[in-house]
């Protein structure tokens, strides 16, 4: 089964598509930049939930007490709101699109597939020897050093399709590194 753009989504299909297990893991890395996970996409709606209600409150209040200051042409405070709001409207506009765009992904159930996809933890040796865990997420989700990465990332992407005991090559910035994958849950 093929993800579905949120936008396109309703509560049946996630339903559905979550009593059969999962989206189909291994999702076009072009379409990578709009997968999520339902958390994910909860998180962005809280979000944007946040911005839309304190957010712009807080900055209508900014300019009313600017323009109460009196003459707007030479008042900082009052061009400093306006900035402040202009950018809190662009956040907006670019979270929205964001939602809209999602494809929700869900994640397989662990032992369930035995190659790296969207949702996968997986640990991994270099070739030195050290191992390191990784969940593959969306970028949104991805923070590296509490140890989720973002499948648009070089190394996710080098994973992606991989199963145990595979090889595979990525070039980062301090160099090439060779991979072996350990396991996949």
Do not use: C
């Not at 306006?82 to 979270?95: D, P, S």
């Not at 933890?121 to 191992?131: A, I, K, L, M, S």
């Amino acid at each position: 089964m093929r993800p579905v753009p949120w936008s396109r989504m309703r509560d049946h299909d996630m339903q559905t598509a979550s009593s059969l297990g999962a989206f189909s893991r291994l999702v076009a890395v072009s379409e990578a930049t709009n997968m999520t996970t339902a958390e994910g996409l909860q998180a962005m709606e809280a979000e944007l939930a946040e911005l839309e209600g304190d957010g712009r409150r807080e900055i209508a209040e900014r300019i009313k007490t600017a323009r109460e200051w009196g003459d707007l042409k030479e008042n900082s405070e009052y061009h400093d709101a306006k900035n402040e709001q202009a950018h809190l409207e662009t956040k907006i506009a670019r979270l929205r699109e964001k939602i809209t765009a999602a494809v929700v992904v869900a994640h397989t159930p662990a032992g369930s597939s035995d190659v790296v996809g969207f949702g996968s933890t997986v640990v991994v040796r270099d070739q030195e020897g050290v191992e390191q865990t990784w969940q593959i997420v969306s970028s949104h989700d991805a923070a590296p050093r509490e140890g989720r990465l973002s499948a648009e990332s070089p190394v996710a992407v080098a994973l992606l399709g991989r199963a145990a005991g595979e090889q595979t090559s990525v070039t980062l910035p301090k160099g090439k590194r060779t991979l072996t994958v350990v396991s996949v849950s």
